[in-house]
T-cell receptor
């Protein structure tokens, strides 16, 4: 069974600091990897999708990298704001098409 | 445009009862997915529809769980003889689907919180 691991499980930073969230996966045949944000009691919002042929994707203050050889993806959030407080999940799609395999998430708190 | 919607938002039931959870996908999305999320965990895949047919139901935990999508749009997840362990948030997602493509983003609904007493 393919596994996705996110470390750390929780993170607290002061406003303005850069955030670095890590995701590791065992599936060497991924099609893509997605990063999601989840606010308490809410569904998931897709932030970035990195295709297997890409090394990174950027959207505003967010940048996600993908290294298939090492089985790692990193989400960088620049100049964090209190509104960035949420749980961030990564998920990969592999050979079992359509099935997102999620990590347990990293809970982020940005303090003013 | 409208996103994925799920009803009800909350469902409380008693052990042994039958429940139905509904999902309305984004218009035009041919693929629909059901996931289950327990507290402190990431969502866990249950079933994936391509059109009206279940393309992958390998995540359904047992035969008490069943899902349908008769017209290729709305889907219903059905749980028979509910158990306390079924308590979780049930999430639905949809995507454009079709051919395997590395850019097929899944869009999630707000979920249905199921509590089995």
């Amino acid at each position: 069974k393919q596994e996705v691991t996110q470390i750390p499980a929780a993170l607290s930073v002061p406003e303005g600091e850069n955030l670095v969230l890590n995701c590791s996966f065992t599936d060497s045949a991924i099609y893509n990897l997605q990063w999601f944000r989840q606010d308490p009691g809410k569904g998931l919002t897709s932030l970035l999708l990195i295709q297997s042929s890409q090394r990174e994707q950027t959207s505003g203050r967010l940048n996600a990298s993908l290294d298939k050889s090492s089985g790692r993806s990193t989400l960088y959030i620049a100049a964090s704001q209190p509104g960035d407080s949420a749980t961030y999940l990564c998920a990969e799609v592999g050979d079992s098409w359509g099935k997102l395999q999620f990590g347990a998430g990293t809970q982020v708190v940005v303090t003013p | 445009g409208a996103g994925v919607s799920q009803t009800p938002s909350n469902k409380v039931t008693e052990k042994g009862k039958y429940v139905e959870l509904r999902c309305d996908p984004i218009s035009g999305h041919t693929a629909l997915y059901w996931y289950r999320q327990s507290l402190g965990q990431g969502p866990e895949f249950l079933i994936y529809f391509q059109g009206t047919g279940a393309a992958d139901d390998s995540g359904l935990p047992n035969d008490r769980f069943f899902a349908v999508r008769p017209e290729g749009s709305v889907s219903t997840l059905k749980i028979q003889r509910t158990e306390r362990g079924d308590s979780a948030v049930y999430l639905c997602a949809s995507s454009l689907g079709g051919q395997k493509t590395t850019t097929d983003t899944q869009y999630f609904g707000p979920g249905t919180r199921l509590t089995v007493l």
